[in-house]
């Protein structure tokens, strides 16, 4: 019940925004009858509607993740997040390895075999996107190897 | 004849050794993908588009690889849903029902190699009627106008949504989120940049490969994790496999109906392959009877929905080549796939590019029989795959997609915003807001726009040129007989619950 109410009410405040943000759009000497606004402020009018149906009439709530669930997905998000910054600095087999392997103990606490299945991975996936299938990925940061 | 003229066009595209092995490779890995669980056809072809398109194939074999992909996908979905109970995506859910019970009693194998027949019947039927079907309806199809198209694609939300969510409100939602998202960039028409906030990132808008690997693909990591990965447990052992030739035969006739069902419910634009095995497996039940003991592991219990399913997945094809109007999740991917490849579906591509649709169907007929000679002696090695644990696989599966969508543009910006849809797509189908609607949102969302802008710069304003042709007005009704039709049949149209032990 909460649950969907929460994000109908989100639905709501953010369906207004984007329609308010609509009204913003810059309009060009390019004009057509319809013009560049209204089909978003359809859109956002059309999910504000949703937003207050789901706040009106809600569907029993999920069974959201608690404690140490809840923080092992927190941990993968920032994972993910930090992956996604370093994969250009430091090339591409230590971040995967670290990554892979955080998530992989994420998903089975043991640290050997998840150790192991990043290193795996990292390699493995680097053999087969850069002599296989020949896309252009980067080993290691540059001057790594003098 | 148009059609053997066109055939013979399409096999000699196909039939090259080169496309050949691409089939041949699309189809071993696309049964890998379907059988492990987690992973069905739509997330397995969305991790694997962004890979393809930086390998630099041509438009034709990409998608001969593509499709082949998809077709064993399906055929991979079964596995996991007889050995495992549990579904590689919504469609084999139906397999479960009676494949997962007759897998109890020592019958694996019988009801592997039987929906593996069944399967074939069901997706070489579906190519023989995408065949007849959609030269026809590309005909029909040159005389839509935008207003026909802007009704066309309002037919799609609302069916996908009525047919396949839970909650009118919540799917209406998830196409205007996807819509909304659409929206986001360099307006085409007069070059304003809308919803960008300034960001240099936005201004080409999102790429909707990005928002599919992250919906699809990362939000399934996060649901892994949260179930510790609990949900692979062991299987039950596969015996010998032999061919069960009586209940081939004692199946043929169910095999034949439910494939044409599977077919008709694919071809109908947003309802898709679930729909196609829903309705084969129930009407299967009543033909059947009470004495038929469906859901107690009998062959035609497997049968049934195995053929159905493939035929709507031929089905669903369908629309989405004639049209550009996606019937399903996997279809809207492979709709992906084409926009990737600069291919416009709709009624000028069996004009303008006949090699392209006709190798694909050439390659789909082919694919067809390779994934049946696969199947049928070597599905122990599929079962291993099954083997494979999740903290092996999960990880790969992220780092695949990390990579795709890295080698597309090589910025960090496109990995964020696929770890924010993996977010908001493990949020969503919390909420029970089904996700396929926001893909296809993404996808047509600026199509449909174009559509309605059109429309009124020929009718100078006046709205009410959006009603003014038979066609629309059908498409229309249709739409909102799609949409607000549901809501009463819900209670007569009980799916059935998965069966726990």
Not at chain 1, 123 to 138: D, E, N, P, R, S
């Amino acid at each position: 019940m909460m649950s969907d109410r929460i994000f109908g009410l989100i639905v709501l405040f953010v369906a207004l925004a984007y329609i308010v943000g609509a009204t913003q759009i810059q309009t060009s000497f390019l004009s057509d009858p319809v013009g560049s606004k209204t089909f978003p402020m359809m859109i956002g009018a059309i999910a504000g509607l949703c937003g207050l149906v789901m706040m009106i009439r809600p569907d029993p709530d999920p069974e959201w993740p608690a404690g140490r669930t809840f923080f092992a997905l927190l941990i993968a998000v920032a994972v993910l997040v930090a992956y996604a910054f370093a994969l250009k600095p430091f090339g591409f087999i230590f971040p995967t390895a670290v990554a892979a392997g955080v998530l992989s103990y994420q998903l089975s606490p043991r640290a050997g075999p998840a150790a192991l299945s990043g290193v795996g991975l990292s390699v493995g996936l680097f053999i087969v996107f850069k002599f296989a299938l020949g896309l252009g990925l980067i080993p290691f940061p540059e001057g790594f190897l003098g | 004849m148009d059609i053997i003229d066109n055939l013979i066009l399409g096999f000699s595209v196909a039939l090259t050794p080169f496309t050949l092995f691409l089939a041949v490779v699309g189809c071993f890995l696309g049964t890998i993908i379907g059988a492990l669980p987690g992973l069905g056809p739509s997330n397995g072809v969305a991790i694997l588009i962004p890979i393809t398109f930086s390998l630099g194939l041509d438009a034709t074999s990409a998608l001969v690889l593509m499709t082949s992909v998809y077709y064993g996908a399906m055929y991979g979905g079964r596995i996991s849903s007889i050995l495992l109970n549990i579904p590689g995506d919504e469609p084999a859910l139906m397999t479960t029902l009676d494949g997962y019970p007759m897998a109890k009693q020592g019958r694996a194998g019988e009801a592997l190699v039987l929906s593996g027949v069944a399967s074939f019947v069901g997706a070489f039927l579906a190519t023989l009627g995408l065949i007849l079907l959609a030269p026809v309806l590309a005909e029909v199809a040159y005389s839509f106008g935008p207003a026909e198209y802007f009704a066309l694609y309002l037919l799609a939300f609302c069916t996908l949504g009525g047919m396949s969510s839970n909650n009118q409100a919540k799917s209406a939602l998830a196409a205007c989120l996807g819509l909304g998202i659409s929206m986001i960039g360099v307006d085409n028409s007069s070059g304003m940049e809308r919803f960008t906030g300034g960001n240099l990132h936005l201004m080409d808008g999102i790429d909707f490969l990005v928002a599919i690997v992250g919906l699809f693909a990362i939000a399934e990591v996060f649901f892994f994790i949260e179930s510790h990965g609990k949900s692979s447990s062991i299987g039950i052992k596969l015996e010998k496999v032999v061919i069960p030739w009586k209940s081939i035969m004692e199946t043929k006739w169910v095999m034949l109906r439910s494939s044409l069902l599977g077919f008709v419910a694919g071809v109908l634009p947003g309802a898709g392959a679930s729909l196609g095995s829903f309705m084969a497996y129930m009407s299967e039940k009543a033909i059947a009877g009470e004495k038929g003991g469906f859901g107690t592991g009998v062959p035609k219990g497997v049968a049934a929905p195995e053929a159905g399913n493939n035929a709507a997945a031929g089905g669903a094809l369908v629309p989405m080549l004639t049209l550009g109007v996606p019937g399903s999740g996997t279809t809207a991917v492979l709709l992906a796939l084409l926009m990737t490849l600069n291919i416009t579906p709709g009624p000028t591509l069996f004009a303008e590019r006949p090699e392209v649709v006709w190798g694909l169907i050439a390659s789909l007929l082919i694919a067809n029989v390779v994934l049946l000679l696969m199947n049928v002696p070597m599905v122990k090695i599929f079962v291993r795959v099954l083997q494979v644990p999740p903290w092996i696989l999960l990880p790969g599966v992220t780092m695949v997609s990390f990579v795709g969508i890295y080698s597309l543009s090589g910025s960090y910006f496109d990995l964020l915003l696929m770890v924010g849809f993996g977010i908001l797509g493990y949020a969503l189908r919390k909420l029970d807001i089904p996700t396929v609607p926001v893909i296809l949102g993404i996808l047509l969302g600026s199509n449909m726009e174009d559509a309605l802008r059109r429309a009124m710069v020929i009718a100078d304003g006046e709205f009410t040129y959006l009603f003014s042709s038979p066609i629309a007005i059908g498409l229309w009704i249709a739409a909102i007989v799609g949409f607000v039709a549901p809501m009463f049949l819900r209670n007569i149209l009980k799916k059935p619950q998965r069966i726990t032990d």
